[in-house]
């Protein structure tokens, strides 16, 4: 039969070998002898034709078969590339000993078949040493245009349904059907059957690439046993190390998926000793696995990797099959492979909930209630999976009646910026609870700020740059005989604050400044006006100003104030939302930097209940 050198061939050489080998039994069970060819694996027997029972010797023979030549000719496929000839006969001898022999022909006879115990040489594969663990005989015949890999199955020929003919083992008596269950052919020949391969050449580099990159230890556990049962073994179970626990079940997969359940709980009153160090550990059958009276072979294998113990690899399979070296060393393969893929979602999680509750602590756990104004926070950080970029806010009292804000933005949005809105945030706290002005503690935060950047410039400016600092402060003072407060702001390179009047004008409520940071002697100003009743202040940063579309930006021509007027109305919280929704309309793209939206809006004494609102949109996603 010829094949094309693509990733259908091994299926139909699958095909063709199951079909010559049934067609055959069908021959023999009419008592006919003699040799056949390939070309009656399938004769036409018409549609009335019963199907023929296929002995239990014959039957093996096939899935050998089969398997053997699905290797072979993957094989040709990825080593030769050629077109591709598989060849398959019946041999019979005197002795009524039914041998097949199949052969899988390439055009490509100077690269080498590989074969031998351990000569994968890092290439994926196993070679001929699974057609040597199956077959009575195997060899290779080159030639010039061609290379043929040809192999022998054997097995004793039934004569009648009822009895298998009698056959000598080494050193003991002819055996008949009567006697007991068929022997493996394996066991003819005077050795254990073995537990095959039969995940195929690639089966490690796939195992590599489904576990590549999965970041969640349960996931990864799935993935293996669904990957590992029914292609090496009929179940498997899967234990991890959980610090302070020992090992616990993670994952349990069965062949038979009524099984799952029944074995988990057997293999979970039973766990493996936790510090197994040798792959290929036998292992008691657990009677929930099935096999029926015949039982089966299970062996434990360590989840290891750089000298840590991640957990226990337990594989099963029905019979009694033994265990190879080529296969145990396949399986440490896997373990390995599985183990990393643990270890490297472990240490991801261990490092991303690290990062999480050192985000934690550079925002507010909780915002003030100012009486007389409601306050609105939207905040927007723009690294995925961040909760905190390099924007901060705050809002925290000051004694009665009086409260502080701020707004600001560090330059950049790596880890290196978040650190430093921790710092500076709780800097202004610090400095607002010493007694310090709103000029006065943008001017001490500018030293700390330049101190900071020249302390990373004498460390190696190469690897930590200077860190620049914008920032809104302001503070509120409460009357509680007047409605409104009274408002004192200044803007340290930050986009200034917009004032919204009740007639709808709008203006800003401070000048621009020098960023913080940059000069050490800079002085800063701030201004003081009367927020009444029904007025909003808007703080941004610059987020939402320089929000592109194309060449504009959404500021430009005072876009944000018209944003702002065409919310006049609003609430505090449904106008900071109608400010990010307008930020997010205004691009086509996702946004490019963190957005964050204050707003402070004073109310009537008796119109509606004072309170603080907030909407972390990291949380959202």
Not at 13 to 36: I, K, N, P, S, Y
Request: charged content about 20%.
């Amino acid at each position: 039969m010829g094949l094309s050198a693509n990733q259908l061939a091994a299926a139909r050489a699958r095909e063709f070998v199951c079909a010559a080998l049934h067609g055959w039994t069908a021959a023999l069970a009419d008592g006919h002898g003699g040799e056949a060819s390939a070309t009656d694996a399938a004769p036409d027997t018409g549609a009335a034709s019963a199907p023929v029972p296929v002995p239990e010797e014959i039957e093996g023979l096939v899935d050998d078969a089969v398997l053997l030549v699905s290797e072979l000719v993957t094989n040709a496929v990825m080593y030769a590339g050629t077109d591709i000839d598989v060849i398959c006969r019946l041999e019979r001898n005197p002795a009524t000993r039914v041998g097949v022999v199949v052969e899988v022909v390439d055009r490509h006879p100077s690269r080498g078949v590989r074969g031998g115990v351990d000569t994968r040489h890092g290439e994926p594969g196993y070679g001929l040493q699974l057609v040597n663990a199956l077959s009575e005989s195997w060899g290779v015949t080159y030639r010039r245009a061609e290379k043929r890999v040809w192999f022998r199955l054997e097995v004793v020929e039934s004569r009648t349904p009822a009895t298998v003919p009698a056959f000598s083992e080494p050193g003991g008596d002819a055996r008949s059907r009567d006697a007991g269950p068929p022997a493996h052919p394996a066991q003819a020949h005077g050795y254990a059957p073995e537990w095959a391969d039969r995940g195929g050449p690639s089966f490690l580099a796939e195992t590599s690439e489904l576990l590549a990159g999965q970041l969640d230890e349960a996931m990864v556990t799935a993935l293996a046993a669904q990957m590992l049962v029914p292609r090496l073994a009929d179940w498997c179970g899967i234990w991890l190390s959980t610090p302070g626990r020992g090992l616990q079940l993670s994952r349990v997969w069965h062949a038979d998926e009524q099984r799952i359940a029944p074995l988990r709980e057997e293999l979970e009153r039973i766990p493996p000793p936790a510090a197994l160090r040798t792959g290929g550990t036998p292992w008691p059958w657990p009677e929930s696995a099935g096999a029926d009276r015949a039982g089966g072979s299970a062996f434990a294998f360590p989840l290891a990797v750089r000298d840590t113990d991640q957990g226990v690899l337990l594989l099963g399979r029905a019979g009694q099959p033994h265990m190879t070296d080529t296969v145990v060393r396949m399986v440490q393969d896997v373990a390995r492979r599985v183990a990393q893929a643990v270890f490297t979602a472990r240490q991801y999680t261990r490092q991303r909930r690290i990062s999480a509750a050192l985000q934690r602590r550079q925002l507010p756990a909780a915002l003030a209630t100012i009486a007389g104004v409601d306050t609105a926070i939207v905040y927007e950080p723009h690294g995925e999976g961040q909760t905190v970029g390099g924007d901060f806010y705050d809002i925290f009292p000051m004694g009665e009646d009086h409260w502080c804000f701020l707004l600001g933005d560090v330059q950049g949005k790596d880890p290196e910026a978040m650190s430093v809105t921790g710092l500076a945030r709780h800097l202004v706290r610090l400095l607002a609870r010493e007694g310090h002005g709103v000029e006065s503690v943008l001017g001490r935060l500018n030293v700390a700020m330049a101190e900071e950047s020249a302390e990373a410039f004498a460390l190696g400016a190469e690897l930590t740059g200077s860190r620049f600092l914008s920032l809104l402060y302001g503070e509120l003072t409460v009357d509680p005989g007047v409605a409104g407060a009274r408002c004192t702001v200044a803007s340290a390179g930050h986009p200034p604050p917009l004032h919204l009047f009740a007639d709808g004008r709008v203006e800003p409520a401070s000048e621009p400044q020098m960023l913080l940071g940059i000069d050490e002697g800079a002085e800063f100003r701030a201004g003081t006006f009367d927020l009444a009743p029904g007025e909003t202040l808007l703080c941004v940063t610059d987020g939402v100003t320089e929000r592109r579309c194309g060449n504009w930006q959404l500021d430009d021509n005072d876009g944000l104030a018209d944003v702002l007027r065409q919310g006049m109305g609003l609430g505090a919280k449904a106008l900071a939302e109608h400010v990010r929704r307008a930020a997010h309309d205004f691009g086509v793209g996702p946004l490019e930097d963190d957005l964050s939206v204050l707003v402070l809006q004073a109310v009537a004494g008796d119109s509606c209940e004072r309170r603080t609102w907030t909407s972390t949109w990291a949380d959202k996603a």
